[in-house]
C-alpha cells in the first residue's frame, strides 16, 4: 500500500503558538511511518513557513526546532499540483500532498485561513471546512447561528469597540441585563484565550 503523503501545519501566527507546537509533537510522535510520508511544516509568529525535516519532535514545544539542520523555507502553493514548495540548498522541490493536517490553534489556522488555502490547493483538509471555521472561530457569529438554531445557551451580550468608546451607557446596558460577576471574552480568540470574570464596573 502506498502510503499517505501528510502535510502537518505547526506553529503560526496566533497567540496560541506554543499550544500548537506541544499539539505537533504529540500527533507526530504517533504517526505510523508506514502509513504516511509525513513533511512538518512550521508556521512561524511572524508567519514564515520552514520545513521540518528531523525526526526529533522533541525540540517543538521548547521552540528550538528552527535550529535543527533541516530546516529550510518551505510554503504550500496555491497552484493545484504544485503541492509543498520546499527550497533547499540544492534548489527548489516540488512535494505532491494528499492531505493536510493542521494543527494550528487559534487565529490564521482554525478560522478558515488556511482552509482556505487548502480549497484553492485542491488538497483536502483535516477538520472542518471553511465557513464552519471561521463561524466557529468569531464568537458573536457562532453565538448568532446557535440562537437562530434554538439550541440553548448561557446569555450574551456583544460589545464592540465603537461600543466601548462612543457609547456611554454600555456598562450601564449590561447591568441592566446581567448581574455580577460577568464573564468577558474577546470574540475571535481561542475558546480559553483572554476570558474574564468581572466583579464591578
Same mark, same amino acid.
Given at each position: 500500500?502506498?502510503?499517505?503523503?501528510?502535510?502537518?501545519?505547526?506553529?503560526?501566527?496566533?497567540?496560541?503558538?506554543?499550544?500548537?507546537?506541544?499539539?505537533?509533537?504529540?500527533?507526530?510522535?504517533?504517526?505510523?511511518?508506514?502509513?504516511?510520508?509525513?513533511?512538518?511544516?512550521?508556521?512561524?509568529?511572524?508567519?514564515?513557513?520552514?520545513?521540518?525535516?528531523?525526526?526529533?519532535?522533541?525540540?517543538?514545544?521548547?521552540?528550538?526546532?528552527?535550529?535543527?539542520?533541516?530546516?529550510?523555507?518551505?510554503?504550500?502553493?496555491?497552484?493545484?499540483?504544485?503541492?509543498?514548495?520546499?527550497?533547499?540548498?540544492?534548489?527548489?522541490?516540488?512535494?505532491?500532498? /494528499?492531505?493536510?493536517?493542521?494543527?494550528?490553534?487559534?487565529?490564521?489556522?482554525?478560522?478558515?485561513?488556511?482552509?482556505?488555502?487548502?480549497?484553492?490547493?485542491? @488538497?483536502?483538509? @483535516?477538520?472542518?471546512? @471553511?465557513?464552519?471555521?471561521?463561524?466557529?472561530? /468569531?464568537?458573536?457569529?457562532?453565538?448568532?447561528?446557535? /440562537?437562530?438554531?434554538?439550541?440553548?445557551?448561557?446569555?450574551?451580550?456583544?460589545?464592540?469597540?465603537?461600543?466601548?468608546?462612543?457609547?456611554?451607557?454600555? @456598562?450601564?446596558?449590561?447591568?441592566?441585563?446581567?448581574?455580577?460577576?460577568?464573564?468577558?471574552?474577546?470574540?475571535?480568540?481561542?475558546?480559553?484565550?483572554?476570558?474574564?470574570?468581572?466583579?464591578?464596573?
Amino acid at each position: 500500500m502506498n502510503s499517505i503523503r501528510l502535510l502537518v501545519l505547526f506553529g503560526g501566527v496566533s497567540p496560541e503558538h506554543e499550544v500548537s507546537l506541544r499539539s505537533a509533537e504529540s500527533i507526530l510522535s504517533t504517526l505510523r511511518r508506514e502509513r504516511y510520508h509525513v513533511f512538518p511544516v512550521g508556521i512561524t509568529k511572524e508567519g514564515q513557513w520552514f520545513y521540518f525535516g528531523s525526526r526529533d519532535y522533541s525540540l517543538l514545544p521548547n521552540n528550538t526546532w528552527r535550529e535543527d539542520p533541516s530546516v529550510c523555507p518551505a510554503y504550500l502553493s496555491p497552484v493545484r499540483g504544485e503541492g509543498l514548495v520546499i527550497q533547499t540548498a540544492e534548489g527548489v522541490v516540488r512535494e505532491p500532498v /494528499d492531505v493536510i493536517f493542521p494543527v494550528l490553534h487559534g487565529e490564521n489556522g482554525e478560522d478558515g485561513s488556511i482552509q482556505g488555502l487548502a480549497q484553492l490547493a485542491g @488538497i483536502p483538509c @483535516i477538520g472542518a471546512g @471553511i465557513a464552519a471555521s471561521a463561524t466557529s472561530m /468569531d464568537k458573536s457569529l457562532t453565538k448568532l447561528v446557535v /440562537d437562530h438554531a434554538g439550541v440553548r445557551q448561557a446569555a450574551w451580550e456583544l460589545v464592540t469597540s465603537r461600543d466601548m468608546v462612543y457609547s456611554g451607557d454600555v @456598562i450601564a446596558r449590561l447591568e441592566r441585563r446581567f448581574a455580577y460577576p460577568m464573564f468577558v471574552k474577546p470574540a475571535g480568540t481561542g475558546s480559553s484565550v483572554g476570558v474574564s470574570k468581572v466583579r464591578s464596573a
